[in-house]
T-cell receptor, first 114, second 114 residues
């Protein structure tokens, strides 16, 4: 069965510091991987996705993630945090054997300190 | 282009009552998904429609939940009778295809069963 693990339910960084949110997945088939963000009182918004091709994926708002098959990881990074990045972030894998439904990690809440 | 909309945004009902949640997907999106996030847990898949047909309802918790998508447009999710453990946020998402296609999420319906 496919699964996603996000290390750290809460991550706190200073404004201007590096953001690193960790995601590890388990999948018996080549995965489709996604990062979504949820701002307060809003729905989930896609940050970036990996399907095939280049393993370093760039997304919106300066975020990027690297697919590392050997480590089964898809960590999300941003060089310099902004206050507006404070939100909850979800890593997900698409279940290619069953309707391509998304299997989510438990989420990481990012706090940005001034 | 209008995004995915959900109604109501909040619902508070008593145990044993019935509630119907509605989702309007992005126009032209054949794929419609329902997910749920129970407090403190990860977002979990409930079911998937392609047009008006249920493709995968493996995530539906029990027969108190009934989803429909008449005419392949909007969808409803009825909970009857509601139980305390049904409380959570119900998300709807739509996509134009499967696989690596982005699922666009609505803002969710927060259901509280007292």
């Amino acid at each position: 069965a496919q699964s996603v693990t996000q290390l750290g339910s809460h991550v706190s960084v200073s404004e201007g510091a590096l953001v690193l949110l960790r995601c590890n997945y388990s999948s018996s088939v080549p995965p489709y991987l996604f990062w979504y963000v949820q701002y307060p009182n809003q729905g989930l918004q896609l940050l970036l996705k990996y399907t095939t091709g280049a393993t370093l994926v760039k997304g919106i708002n300066g975020f990027e993630a690297e697919f590392k098959k050997s480590e089964t990881s898809f960590h999300l990074t941003k060089p310099s945090a902004h206050m507006s990045d404070a939100a909850e972030y979800f890593c997900a894998v698409s279940d290619r054997r069953s309707s391509y439904k998304l299997i989510f990690g438990s989420g990481t809440r990012l706090l940005v300190r001034p | 282009e209008a995004g995915v909309t959900q109604f109501p945004s909040h619902s508070v009902i008593e145990k044993g009552q019935t509630v119907t949640l509605r989702c309007d997907p992005i126009s032209g999106h054949d794929n419609l998904y329902w997910y749920r996030r129970v407090m403190g847990k990860e977002i979990k898949f409930l079911l998937h429609f392609v047009k008006e047909s249920k493709q995968d309802e493996s995530g539906m918790p029990n027969n108190r939940f009934l989803a429909e998508r008449t005419g392949g447009t909007y969808s409803t999710l009825k909970v009857q009778p509601a139980e305390l453990e049904d409380s959570g946020v119900y998300f709807c998402a739509s996509s134009s295809g499967q696989g690596g296609y982005e699922q666009y999420f609505g803002p969710g319906t927060r259901l509280t069963v007292t």
